[in-house]
T-cell receptor
Framework: GQNIDQPTEMTATEGAIVQINCTYQ??????LFWYQQHAGEAPTFLSY????GLEEKGRFSSFLSRSKGYSYLLLKELQMKDSASYLC???????????FGQGTTLQVKP | GAGVSQSPSNKVTEKGKDVELRCDPI?????LYWYRQSLGQGLEFLIY????????KSGLPSDRFSAERTGGSVSTLTIQRTQQEDSAVYLC????????????FGPGTRLLVL
């Protein structure tokens, strides 16, 4: 079966660092994606990992361990505008469809 | 246009009516996906198009749901005899290649069935 788990909610302080974890068990794997979704808006692409290791992009980094079925998204120097839902998704090997977790709602407090 | 567009942005309908949702993918993107996001739920896959054909329809929840794509571009998702449980945000995404490239999402259509 397909199963992607991430925490439902997290809270962090402006200026701090937060790590959002995602674990997955899927029948196929062709990359792991992180998307950001503000309330009432479309998901926007943040990062993509297909090989093990860390991908860094400005204040955002994403890590993947395929052997452990584990990824995390690291957000540094948090800003109030980072308050949003963060969606972890695994891409299917055959069709490219994305299998999403439930999303993690991050609240950044002053 | 520069991004994926969807119309209408909001749709309110009565139970039992048919609705049609439209998606215009990014120009040149051959792969197109429909997803549904219900309140408090994650995004769930509905259907995948490569060109005009749909190799994966496994996510369509019932035979009231159908979709087509013409000219390798615009896609329409049709829901017949709508039910209240069909209320959700319907999101369309496109990519330049189904299995290798990033999917970019449209703004979605918010459907409310009364």
């Amino acid at each position: 079966g397909q199963n992607i788990d991430q925490p439902t909610e997290m809270t962090a302080t402006e200026g701090a660092i937060v790590q959002i974890n995602c674990t997955y068990q899927t029948s196929g794997f062709n990359g792991l994606f992180w998307y950001q979704q503000h309330a009432g808006e479309a998901p926007t692409f943040l990062s993509y990992n297909v090989l093990d290791g860390l991908e860094e992009k400005g204040r955002f980094s994403s890590f993947l361990s395929r052997s452990k079925g584990y990824s995390y998204l690291l957000l540094k120097e948090l800003q109030m505008k980072d308050s949003a839902s963060y969606l972890c998704a695994v891409r299917d090997t055959n069709t490219g469809k994305l299998i999403f977790g439930q999303g993690t709602t991050l609240q950044v407090k002053p | 246009g520069a991004g994926v567009s969807q119309s209408p942005s909001n749709k309110v309908t009565e139970k039992g009516k048919d609705v049609e949702l439209r998606c215009d993918p990014i120009s040149g993107h051959t792969a197109l996906y429909w997803y549904r996001q219900s309140l408090g739920q994650g995004l769930e896959f509905l259907i995948y198009f490569q060109g005009n054909s749909a190799p994966d329809k496994s996510g369509l929840p019932s035979d009231r749901f159908s979709a087509e794509r013409t000219g390798g571009s615009v896609s329409t998702l049709t829901i017949q005899r709508t039910q209240q449980e069909d209320s959700a945000v319907y999101l369309c995404a496109s990519s330049s290649s189904g299995t290798e490239k990033t999917q970019y999402f449209g703004p979605g259509t918010r459907l409310l069935v009364l």
